[in-house]
């Protein structure tokens, strides 16, 4: 009797144990609330969750507040095969796209495995506000499928957001500019001509007071978006050096697609604050 006491407890320990599942997979932010998809398991209640359409893969995408913007966004994904396992070390691309206009982006986000099935995507720009669709491949040991997370009404970034306008026919392209206010005299000078697509670069800028004499020491800031289409730079250019005689040195700077851009310049020197605006019209 004792022997078959110990017996039935015994069974009921290893009914009580349970194989440690995938919560310590993904994002470090956000609560987990783990819980199955068919035979798929998904992390987060606000993650966004589909199965590829061979049925080969699961993919979670986590996307941070307030979601997709015009611009440029950043986002978390966790891929697991189709018995549940962190998929590592695959071949992931991801590529946006309008199916209603017929094309993506010039630039492809940069995808980089974390661990775990766990992959950040990085520099996903969206172009414009409407229907995206974020078509996610991915390929491991030569087998490879394709999940496709749909957004229907992709907005504007607010920081950018103003009245879609048609390039001017007079547009301004000089490199030399008088601030708004007639307080500062501004030109630049790429390190690249002519101005490279999806090419990060310098500039050299060149600031003098109304009367043509340089000005050194000053507080410049700079940045620049897409009139057309809503959306700003893909980085965040800076000056990072004065070289003396009113030349300063920008760095930082790119552009992610052809077409009209406007990169505007705020400046402190000498007490004085104003602004001066480039137009830019890249071409292909």
């Not at 017929?102 to 766990?118: A, C, D, I, Q, R």
Request: aromatic share 6%.
């Amino acid at each position: 009797m004792k022997k078959l006491i110990v017996l039935v407890l015994g069974l009921m320990i290893v009914g009580c144990v349970t194989t440690p599942g995938p919560e310590s997979v993904g994002p470090a932010s956000g609560g987990k609330a783990t819980h199955k998809h068919g035979a798929f398991t998904k992390h987060y209640e606000s993650s966004l969750f589909e199965v590829s359409r061979n049925g080969l893969y699961s993919v979670e995408m986590v996307l941070g507040a307030p979601g997709l913007l015009t611009g440029v966004n950043a986002l978390d994904i966790i891929v697991h095969d189709n018995t549940d396992h962190d998929v590592v070390g695959a071949e992931i691309s991801v590529t946006p796209w309008m199916p209603m206009m017929g094309h993506g982006t010039y630039e492809p986000p940069v995808v980089t495995e974390k661990g775990g099935g766990l992959y950040s995507v990085e520099n996903v720009i969206l172009v414009m506000s409407g229907l995206w669709e974020l078509r996610v491949n991915i390929s491991k040991d030569g087998v490879t499928d394709t999940a496709v997370f749909s957004f229907p009404d992709v907005q504007m970034d607010t920081k950018h957001a103003h009245t879609m306008v048609m390039v001017p026919d007079n547009l301004d392209l000089a490199t030399q500019q008088m601030s708004e206010n007639n307080k500062f005299d501004l030109s630049y000078k790429s390190g690249i001509e002519p101005l490279p697509i999806n090419t990060i670069h310098s500039w050299t800028l060149i600031l003098k007071k109304a009367d043509g004499q340089p000005i050194t020491g000053a507080e410049i800031t700079l940045d620049g978006d897409m009139p057309q289409h809503g959306h700003g730079l893909p980085t965040v250019p800076e000056v990072t050096q004065d070289l003396g005689d009113g030349k300063y040195l920008v760095e930082g700077v790119k552009f992610s697609m052809p077409g009209w851009w406007v990169i505007k310049f705020r400046i402190r020197a000498g007490g004085e604050d104003d602004t001066a605006t480039f137009n830019l019209l890249l071409k292909e």
